[in-house]
């Protein structure tokens, strides 16, 4: 249904950040807080493209990591879904309108702040604002 911004399926297996992987659902603890993952992390090279899923368009850059300056999220609206990317800095703006395939980010080296971990952008899907899995809905090239 939607190409993978990665335009590669490959996911994040255990590493010494995330015992547990970078699957959907995967287990993880913050201190003392036990959550499920709420996204899955896409396996790619530092400074790689990542690339629109569908045609839609950027709604939203932020920040990763609150206040941090040096991690990004972008948020592609899709009509009934919305795609949200993390680790990714933005070469397009807000409101801009986006074909599949047409480059929006690059990726972020992410061992900047974490020194052992794969890797990766996490990838999130809402369909009507509910998160979904979102491996049954993406493709690659």
């Not at 709604?59 to 795609?83: C, K, Q, T």
């Not at 990714?88 to 074909?99: A, C, E, K, V, Y």
């Amino acid at each position: 249904m939607f190409l993978s911004p990665t335009r590669s399926l490959s996911v994040r297996g255990p590493d010494p950040v995330a015992r547990s992987g970078g699957a959907y659902g995967a287990s993880r603890i913050q201190g003392r807080t036990a959550y499920k993952h709420r996204g899955v992390d896409l396996v790619c090279d530092p400074w790689s493209d990542i690339v629109a899923p569908e045609q839609g368009f950027l709604w939203r850059i932020g920040l990763a990591y609150g206040r941090e300056y040096r991690f990004h999220s972008l948020v592609v609206d899709l009509g009934i879904y919305e795609m949200k990317i993390l680790y990714s800095w933005p070469i397009r703006n807000t409101g801009d309108q986006l074909q599949r395939g047409d480059a929006l980010a690059i990726v972020e080296d992410l061992r900047i702040r974490y020194k052992e971990v794969t890797p990766h952008i996490h990838v999130e899907i809402r369909k009507d604002g509910k998160l979904v899995d979102p491996m049954p809905l993406l493709e690659s090239e």
